[in-house]
């Protein structure tokens, strides 16, 4: 009995992209299959090799082990093709034909997608809530007046809205100046509470100097006021793909 | 194209291994969707983006309790437990052939003992 298998899609590339000694998710060797303009960047699996993943006994240590060689081929592709539109991890076609029916499908949406995304490259900016503890440090005051513990009380809850307001503010003035720099912006998913922003922007090449001077500036900023951020990337454009399959 | 130099922010948490979390976010819940009867369904993305909620936490969890020594290297592991099936699973082939011989064999002789 042969293994069911099926042809595992890690990017769309333009069409004359070219691709060599690139190893997939289970050893297999990478290729490109052309049609209506694009190429997929692809590999043929052992479906079995995929399947449980999201099984509460599996081994998360694989499911990273397998997002991480995803995102290497993806970098991989992008490096050698200029451009990419990644696929989500787990992905699989029947077969070449149905490969070649998507393209004729959605190359209208992938082309000039793929097109926004050229000599650009994702960057993701993250802000989380470190007042509490600025503030268990910077806050003696409370104890000022141990006589009348109602206007201390006041005082330190108007203080607490004075910066609650300060920092509102430095929030959409940093928004703002960080979408300045970019072509495209995608909302991230929060996942902690303490996370006040989760952005990720398209930025072109040719402004990420002025992207890094803001984020700089920025960071700076927000320390201040106990907010701090965090850059990541550069990312292939994980965010800024067609939707709807 | 060079995509692997991290930038020149003050900062930029840089391409560090323990940012696993930023990379499954960005395969998992990013990417081109493919829905439709050309796809075969072999993971269920809902499923696994839990899977995911779960992991993020657990290895933020896990690298403040020093326990994230299966994130360095577990593909290789697990790509020695597929080995080892298929090894396994070889042998178990060659003993059944062996078995079937020896099975046909005793048909082919109708005096043999046969239960």
Sequence with gaps: ?245 | MQTRSTSDSRYATGHRPDSLADVLERVLDRGVVIAGDIVVSVVNVELLTLKLRLIVASVETAKEIGLDWWMRDPFLSSRAHALELETENRQLRERLDALETRLEARTDQPDGERS
């Design chain 1, 1 to 245: 009995v042969t293994p069911a298998r099926g042809l595992y899609l890690y990017a769309s590339v333009p069409h004359d992209a070219q691709l060599g000694g690139v190893r997939g998710i289970t050893g297999e060797p990478v290729e490109i299959l052309r049609h209506a303009r694009l190429g997929l960047v692809l590999g043929e699996v052992v479906v079995e090799m995929l399947t449980g993943l999201e099984d509460e006994s599996a081994d998360p240590g694989v499911l990273g082990a397998l997002a991480r060689c995803h995102d290497e081929v993806v970098r991989a592709a992008w490096a050698a093709a200029g451009a990419v539109l990644p696929f989500r991890l787990g992905t699989v076609l029947v077969d070449r034909d149905a490969a070649r029916r998507y393209l004729d499908d959605r190359a209208e949406e992938l082309c000039p997608a793929m097109q926004q995304v050229t000599a650009c490259r994702e960057w993701g900016v993250t802000v989380h809530d470190r007042a509490t503890e600025l503030r268990a440090h910077a806050d003696p005051n409370a104890a000022l007046d141990p006589g009348r513990p109602g206007t201390a009380y006041l005082a330190r809850r108007r203080q607490e809205m004075a910066r609650a307001e300060a920092r509102r503010e430095t929030m959409s003035c940093v928004e703002g100046e960080l979408r300045a720099r970019a072509t495209d912006v995608a909302a991230g998913r929060h996942r902690k509470p303490d996370v006040v922003l989760d952005e990720s922007y398209l930025v072109r090449r040719d402004a990420e100097p002025a992207l890094f001077e803001t984020v700089d500036r920025c960071g700076d900023l927000l320390l201040e006021q106990g907010l701090h951020l965090e850059l990541s990337g550069p990312w292939p454009p994980y965010s800024f793909v067609p939707r709807g399959g």
